[in-house]
């Protein structure tokens, strides 16, 4: 899992670190040194932490004017023993919905895992954005299967063409104009 690390092709038109209305404004991560563990391994140095010991994250892009954000995600979202969608939401969401951010996309291709739990969170997450949407894209079908299972499909928009978005090959407004375009067409 070493390997695995957070896309970087964007960094010029972006950095949370380097942004003072994100929740990850100044942290720091080491360059060289693996410290970051998910059930023993070692994750690459430049994934951040959302006070999870299984779930971390990397916000790869935001713009405040179109209230859209783009986070990727490495681990296992366990939400039954870990309540990772409380520390997501607290931690990072509240913080960025607080900023006018109510367009998620979340990248899940490498979350192996979900355990689920209740909905609530979810829920709150889903009432915060109100006008804005909420899509997963590049999950794992089996963990789309056990989101679903917890009706969080409810919240989050999983699917189709959702399932296999080639998300590397456009800059971050391309990919938002995609995906927007996608759940226009589903939601309309």
């Not at 998910?38 to 790869?60: A, E, M, N, R, V």
């Not at 969401?93 to 291709?109: N, P, Q, R, S, Y």
């Amino acid at each position: 899992m070493h390997t695995i690390e957070p896309h970087y092709a964007w960094l010029e038109q972006y950095s949370a670190t380097e942004d003072p209305r994100s929740p990850l404004y100044e942290a720091e991560n080491s360059l060289d040194a693996y410290v970051n563990t998910i059930y023993g391994y070692y994750i690459h140095p430049q994934w951040d932490s959302l006070d999870s010991d299984t779930l971390y994250l990397k916000i790869l892009f935001v713009d405040y004017d179109q209230g859209i954000s783009v986070i990727e995600f490495i681990g296992e979202w366990n939400d039954a023993i870990e309540n990772d969608v409380m520390h997501l939401k607290r931690n990072i969401i509240d913080v960025m919905t607080h900023e006018g951010i109510h367009k998620f996309i979340l990248i899940g291709e490498n979350v192996f895992n979900f355990h689920g739990s209740d909905d609530s969170y979810y829920e709150e997450w889903f009432e915060d954005v109100e006008d804005g949407w909420i899509a997963g894209i590049n999950f794992q079908e089996h963990v789309i299967r056990e989101m679903r299972q917890y009706n969080l499909d409810s919240y989050i928009n999983f699917g189709g063409q959702l399932d296999e978005l080639p998300w590397r090959t456009y800059q971050p407004r391309k990919l938002f104009e995609v995906v927007d375009g996608l759940l226009q067409r589903r939601l309309g």
